[in-house]
């Protein structure tokens, strides 16, 4: 089992907020750090200094970290055309080293697309745009040097493209889909992920959602054992019980209901949920940590959470 951080600065951070928490996390021994792709808060007014941008910040923390993998969770397909998007996913990949993992998604928060003037077609358009910009994307990465790359699509068309720059990764950087739907998404993961992520669940509904996308693969004629399973879990942990609820009524959390919803509790509880999480099929975590300041937070579960969760036997998936 791997511990990945996952952060949501979009309530409003500094980059150099950001690069503390990767830093620390590297340092740490943690295996990745995730952000989020949003312009807004989901809740609540914009907070100073507003918004940074997903792949201009890991670029910047792709030179200014060594080891720890870099990624989103999910980067939108309405806001980036496919052909500029794999260049800029592709010289992130170069400027790492080799460390970089792309989550895309078919976008869902439709205020903010009004706030940027991004345009926000229907649920159906949007699930087709992505379905193209996978294989633009991967279509673009897998095309030999010195051969072209052309793509006649509904929405997006491409001519003669030389498919530069590459990334550092061959063939390509890690794909990852997730989500709750039923059909499209499972299929999407299927044909074209390495990783499929399960957003914030309870444990049964994460492993039914395993299960379909087992099926997905295996009605594409694809071993279920090639797919890298993940959760995605809010964090919080406490040395103590009154550290406990002092840090989750400091996120605004309700420290009872964040026990029964999240991964929550003192470390114990914590590393033994995290095992309940292991045994339908993850094989990694992404701890989302909503305040980006607090880097005792992150210690604590380095010190406490991580050593037990070490001694967590891998899934078997079937």
Known sequence: MKLRIFAEPQQGAHYS???AMAVAAEELGFDAFFRSDHYLPFSGPSQLPGPTDAWISLAGLAVETTRIRLGTLMSPVTFRLPGPFAVAVAQADQMSGGR???GIGAGWFEREHAAFGIP???QRERFDRLEEQLAVI???WNTPEGQSFSFDGRYYQLSDSPGLPKPAQRPRPPLLLGGKGPRRTPDLAAR???EFNVPISGLQESAKIFDQVREACEAVGRSPVTMTFSVLQAVCCGRNEAEFRNRAAAGGWN???LRGSGLAGTPGEVANKIAEF???GAERVYLF???LRDLEHLELIASAVAPQVAAVDPPTQV
Do not use: I
């Open 100 to 102: 970089v993992e792309v």
């Open 289 to 291: 940590m909503p305040d």
């Open 17 to 19: 907020e950001l690069r």
């Open 278 to 280: 292991a045994e339908v």
């Open 120 to 122: 926000f077609p229907s």
């Open 192 to 194: 074209y992920a390495d």
């Open 255 to 257: 420290p009872d209901e």
């Open 138 to 140: 991967t279509g673009l």
